[in-house]
């Protein structure tokens, strides 16, 4: 499995992740939890959890009480136990769930499935964890089309680096189309998968602000980037500029994911 994927590329300051693709977290979890039909009443399950932007979304709509979080992360389960007091904050993976059959009646994975080190382990466990009748949803980021940031940046540095079409998220990342999600689900034996498009947007303060965001970040785009010397990141930099159409003024960038939503027999 490349460095890429798994859990090595997590391990950074939550404020770090919160930058970069955290800053579209809250309005994806919003979608994912209106796509999953989470309702008053319900216990949920936030699985590769980070530093907790969908599980803050669950603690609000179910009290915080009502919602558990699992991750690998060290550094991002501590941020996330912080963050969200009362929430039961777990230090572990989708693989192997340290919970009894059937706890919960909903378990999400907001931008995690991915990153799995054996998704359709990893899903198998949260169904297995989700009453019957209950929902196991996720959702992951059309990194070959629609999220724009991913895209242009990979695309700026395949277009500085040939070589760099390996680490491309739009080529790498497993289960990030509607077929792969749906066939992953039915696989797992939830029934009636329906895949959505979620579309989100996050707003930038200019160029430099993105620039710092990505340098700063985390994930498989800020390791890429970090890993270049000081002249080619400048053109990686001026590449997604120019891709990006942006300059110093204000602007939003908008980001689809699929959602793929499930109910356990
Ligand atoms: C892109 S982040 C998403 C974090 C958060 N869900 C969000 O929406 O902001 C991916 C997360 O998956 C976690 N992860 C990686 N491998 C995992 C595994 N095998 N089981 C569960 N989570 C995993 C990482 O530690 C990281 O927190």
Not at 40 to 68: K, N
Not at 154 to 180: F, H, K, L, N, Q
Not at 203 to 227: I, K, Q
């Amino acid at each position: 499995m490349s460095e890429t994927r798994g859990t090595a590329t997590f391990r950074t300051s939550a404020e770090a992740y919160d930058r970069h693709i955290g800053r579209y977290g809250p309005a994806l979890a919003r979608a994912l939890i209106e796509a999953t039909n989470v309702s008053a009443g319900q216990r949920a399950l936030d699985v590769g959890c980070g530093p907790g932007a969908l599980t803050a979304v669950l603690s609000e709509a179910l009290g915080a009480d009502r919602v558990t979080a699992i991750d690998p992360s060290e550094p991002f389960v501590e941020a996330c136990a912080r963050r969200l007091p009362g929430v039961d904050v777990r230090a572990g993976s989708a693989e192997a769930l340290p919970f009894p059959d059937h706890s919960f009646d909903v378990t999400l994975a907001q931008l995690a499935v991915n990153f799995m080190r054996d998704p359709p382990a990893g899903v198998g466990e949260m169904r297995r964890v989700t009453r019957p009748g209950g929902a196991v949803a996720a959702a992951v980021w059309d990194y070959a089309g629609e999220m724009t940031l991913l895209r242009r940046f990979w695309d700026a540095a395949v277009s500085i680096d040939p070589d760099a079409a390996d680490r491309d998220e739009g080529r790498s990342m497993p289960y990030c189309t509607p077929e792969e999600l749906e066939g992953l689900w039915r696989d797992a034996g939830l029934r009636e998968p329906a895949v959505s498009a979620l579309v989100v947007d996050a707003e930038y303060g200019g160029f430099d602000e993105l620039w710092y965001s990505l340098e700063h970040g985390s994930g498989p785009s800020t390791a890429y980037a970090v890993s270049l010397p000081p002249e080619p990141r400048a053109r990686l930099r001026d590449e997604l500029r120019r891709g990006l159409g942006v300059g110093e003024d204000p602007f939003r960038l908008t980001a689809r994911a699929w959602a793929v939503v499930g109910t356990v027999p």
